[in-house]
């Protein structure tokens, strides 16, 4: 069996030759040393580590919480408009990960923070698009010089992978599909932070698009991931070798781009140049496991969704849910940032915390594949 398992390597992997070479010794490597118990608890000690598989969480409550009427199954990303306008990401499926809804089709809510009693509205979406295989995962909206919204949406159709750009028209409560992107350099895209009417970066959180060769990597902690720069007359990696490149964000200042790395509990601080390119700044180092990264208007704080325990989130038991964490990030660039617990929740409230937005003292908390959480701070 394992003898096929170095065999895969060759005939699947779509790397280049040095990278081919490399993973190709890793696996004989790995192969030699499956029958040295040193070698299989060194392995199992790195795997639990990285997981966070041992740890807990002790709660921290917030007054004036409810869960949203409406999203049972997940909301995985939330971005919010500088009118309060919220939107949600919901009903995200990948293989092997747990879904409360299987067989439903996800979609874009919205939420009107400004209104007293807020509530979750599905968006409409243009005829045409296939809303039978949406699947939407990260989003990020971008507002042009002529007020146009877009929404920008990572889509696994099928499990695979594109990016919708749609345009918000906000008198229909509607999103007009636009545009479908898919390129050779987007295999496993994850997060999106647009930054032109068709112009975004987005995260990689595998180098591979095979489900085989994603678990290899990761089993094998390649730290092949990446960023992606797209434009319509650009396609570039901008950043890599990250262990799993997950959420990403930019500076209000549009200075700097944040990436959080979520295997390796790490946030990046990377520099943004006028050609578009990155260059990493900084890397701040926490305890849990980071996905999304939403920015705080009032305050230029950095919001980010976390999973305590990765071993929860992925191999789900009703008897043992996935904890929730959310952290404040204050004056990332300083050399002591402060990190605060916003909120954190054993799992009898919300389970697998993935973003955090806020708006005017008004938290909303979306999760992998949970429900979603609104708080008046």
């Known amino acids: 069996m394992l003898s096929t398992f170095s065999v895969r390597c060759a005939l699947l992997a779509s790397c280049n030759r040095l990278q081919l070479q490399l993973l190709i010794k890793r696996c004989q490597e790995e192969e030699q040393c499956l029958c040295n118990r040193k070698h299989q608890s060194w392995r199992r000690n790195i795997y639990w580590n990285r997981l966070k598989a041992s740890r807990e969480v002790e709660s921290v409550d917030l007054p004036n919480c409810h869960l949203i009427k409406g999203i049972e199954a997940g909301s995985e990303d939330i971005d919010i408009l500088p009118n309060g306008l919220a939107f949600f990401s919901v009903g995200l499926k990948c293989p092997g990960l747990h879904s409360f809804a299987p067989d439903k089709p996800g979609g874009i809510l919205m ?21 039978a295989s949406f699947n939407p995962h990260g ?3 971008f507002i042009d010089s002529d007020n146009t919204v877009y929404l920008f949406v990572v889509n696994h159709p099928e499990f695979k992978n594109t990016v919708e750009i749609f345009k918000f028209e906000e008198e229909e409560n509607s999103l007009l599909h636009l545009k479908t992107i898919k390129h050779e350099l987007l295999p496993s895209v994850n997060d999106i932070i647009a930054v032109g009417p068709a112009h975004f970066y987005a995260t990689n959180d595998h180098y ?86 939403s920015i705080d208007p009032s305050s230029g704080d950095i919001l980010v969704g976390c999973h305590p325990n990765g071993q929860k989130l992925f191999v789900y038991d009703p008897n043992n849910p996935p904890s929730s964490e959310v952290l404040r990030i204050q004056n990332i660039l300083s050399e002591t940032p402060t990190v605060t617990t916003v909120y954190a929740n054993n799992g009898s409230v919300l389970q697998g915390s993935s973003v955090a937005s806020v708006y005017d003292r008004k938290l909303l908390i979306g999760t992998l594949y949970h429900r979603a959480l609104y708080c008046q701070l």
Do not use: C
């Open 111 to 131: 939420m009107d923070l400004k209104e007293e009693n807020p509530r979750a509205l599905e968006l409409r979406i243009s005829r045409g698009f296939n809303l």
């Open 139 to 141: 989003i990020s909206t």
């Open 208 to 293: 591979f698009s095979d489900p085989f060769l994603k678990y290899l990597e990761t089993y094998l902690n390649l730290h092949w991931t990446n960023v992606i720069y797209y434009s319509p007359n650009e396609v570039k990696v901008v950043a890599e070798g990250f262990d799993s490149a997950n959420g990403i964000n930019i500076s209000p200042d549009k200075k700097y781009i944040y990436v959080a790395d979520m295997l390796a509990h790490e946030i990046h601080v990377l520099e943004k140049h006028p050609n578009m390119n990155l260059t990493q700044l900084k890397v701040l180092k926490l305890d849990t496991l980071v996905d999304n990264l």
